[in-house]
Nanobody, 121 residues
């Protein structure tokens, strides 16, 4: 079993910053990607940012230049630095990872429980 533990959500004023962290634990042989998705009330879950084990990153257009994703392979962790936050960044942020538990098994997806980010004055 593999679990993702998220931390760092909260309430912040527009223009402020938050840093989210996600740590994977359990039976992990390797991680292909880690990333963050968010879901605002009434909206579908959408990709915010992702990073591969080799450091390649991908960002939603709406967060480019404001958010930065980073990873620590040794700690099976990923971080999302969010700057210049806007009210429409509000939502539940879910950590996601593609993981495999053995050298010969297929990758499977794991989701965290989610952490709430509220951007409001």
């Amino acid at each position: 079993q593999v679990q993702l533990a998220e931390s760092g959500g909260g309430l912040v004023q527009p223009g402020g910053s938050l840093r989210l962290a996600c740590a994977a634990s359990g039976r992990i042989f390797s991680i292909y990607t880690m990333g963050w998705y968010r879901q605002a009330p009434g909206n579908q879950r959408e990709l915010v940012a992702s990073i591969t084990s080799t450091g390649s990153t991908n960002y939603a257009e709406s967060v480019k230049g404001r958010f930065t994703i980073s990873g620590d392979n040794a700690k099976n962790s990923a971080y999302l630095q969010m700057n210049s936050l806007k009210p429409n960044d509000t939502g539940v942020y879910y950590c996601h990872s593609s993981v495999r538990s053995t050298q010969t098994s297929a990758y499977f997806e794991v989701w965290g429980q989610g952490t709430l980010v509220t951007v409001s004055s």
